[in-house]
């Protein structure tokens, strides 16, 4: 069993919908929770981060997490076409420690 | 400021060579990371750098080793090269005196094909 599933998608919606995405995690341990966003054929960007359960907002992104559950989730609101990209969570167990990805779920915002 | 910088962009190289993949770190950061991303897959953490030494290993062979030096820019080096060594290389920095999470911020990457 992977430490992170993901679902590889693609996911399509029309421009201005809301884009919903998540993973799920086996091991408790993992304490940090972070989400990049990367483009074809370049280097992942770093969206949002959190370290505890509830949500945390940052513009058109909410991130959502559930210890409880193992269960991280990402909302982007008004989608744009500039936001087709895969995105990618992350995890770890320490701060600064080694990253741990899901497999990347695909997004087509469609105008 | 500048972010992450990796070099080169796009390598090629056959099977058995030897690669040395190099990386400067965004300015204030002292921390390396390097992760391997094949294609349709997440990145997989190689290891860590930090002060010069290898702080953290993932599940890669001996093949695979690093640097670190005194300015914390990083290098990555891959002997006897296969063709599964095919993959986007990524290099990662974070800061150990920055607030937690001390995310990790990626370079663009350097993209090996082994023929």
């Known amino acids: 069993q992977k430490e992170v599933e993901q679902d590889p998608g693609p996911l399509s919606v029309p421009e201005g919908a809301i884009v919903s995405l998540n993973c799920t995690y086996s091991n408790s341990a993992f304490q940090y929770f972070m989400w990049y966003r990367q483009y074809s054929r370049k280097g992942p960007e770093l969206l949002m981060y959190t370290y505890s359960s509830g949500n945390k907002e940052d513009g058109r992104f909410t991130a959502q997490v559930d210890k409880s559950s193992k269960y991280i989730s990402l909302f982007i609101r008004d989608s744009q076409p500039s936001d087709s990209a895969t995105y990618l969570c992350?995890?770890?167990?320490?701060?600064?420690?080694?990253?741990?990805f899901g497999g990347g779920t695909r997004v087509l915002v469609k105008p | 400021d500048a972010g992450v910088t990796q070099s080169p962009t796009h390598l090629i190289k056959t099977r058995g060579q030897q690669v040395t993949l190099r990386c400067s770190p965004k300015?204030?950061?002292?921390?390396v990371s390097w992760y391997q991303q094949a294609l349709g897959q997440g990145p997989q953490f190689i290891f860590q750098y930090y002060e010069e030494e290898e702080r953290q290993r993932g599940n890669f062979p001996d093949r695979f080793s690093g640097h670190q030096f005194p300015n914390y820019s990083s290098e990555l080096n891959v002997n006897a090269l296969l063709l599964g060594d095919s993959a986007l290389y990524l290099c990662a920095s974070s800061s150990s005196q920055g607030p937690v999470p001390r995310a990790q911020y990626f370079g663009p990457g350097t993209r090996l094909l082994v023929l």
């Open positions: 992350a995890i770890s167990k320490a701060a600064g420690n080694k990253l741990t």
């Open positions: 300015s204030g950061h002292d921390t």
